[in-house]
Nanobody
Framework: QVQLVESGGGLVQPGGSLSLSCAASGRIFSINAMGWYRQAPGKQRELVASVVSGGETNYGDSVKGRFTISRDNAKNTVYLQMNRLKPEDTAVYYC?????????????????WGQGTQVTVYS
């Protein structure tokens, strides 16, 4: 199986910075897209940012210019640097990955989620 283990997050005041990381492990052949989503209380889960193996990135409109996503393909790890944080960035942040993995002698594609990490921006 494949596991996504997140780290980072926590409490920060408005205007501050936090960084998140997510490492994928298991019987991984390759990872296409890796990304971060977030879900605030009473709201739907939304895309924060994603990055494909070739490096192309995509950001949610509300974080453009403030957050930066990057990945280390050799380590199967994705990072999210969050700057100029706002109270509305408060949410549980989830790592997501589209993984090709071995199942017996067959390559299959599966999508995985991390357990989530809390980010709280408070005044």
């Amino acid at each position: 199986q494949v596991q996504l283990v997140e780290s980072g997050g926590g409490l920060v005041q408005p205007g501050g910075s936090l960084s998140l990381s997510c490492a994928a492990s298991g019987r991984i052949f390759s990872i296409n897209a890796m990304g971060w989503y977030r879900q605030a209380p009473g709201k739907q889960r939304e895309l924060v940012a994603s990055v494909v193996s070739g490096g192309e990135t995509n950001y949610g409109d509300s974080v453009k210019g403030r957050f930066t996503i990057s990945r280390d393909n050799a380590k199967n790890t994705v990072y999210l640097q969050m700057n100029r944080l706002k109270p509305e960035d408060t949410a549980v942040y989830y790592c997501n990955a589209d993984v090709k993995r071995w199942y017996s002698a067959t390559l299959i594609s599966s999508n995985y989620w991390g357990q989530g990490t809390q980010v709280t921006v408070y005044s």
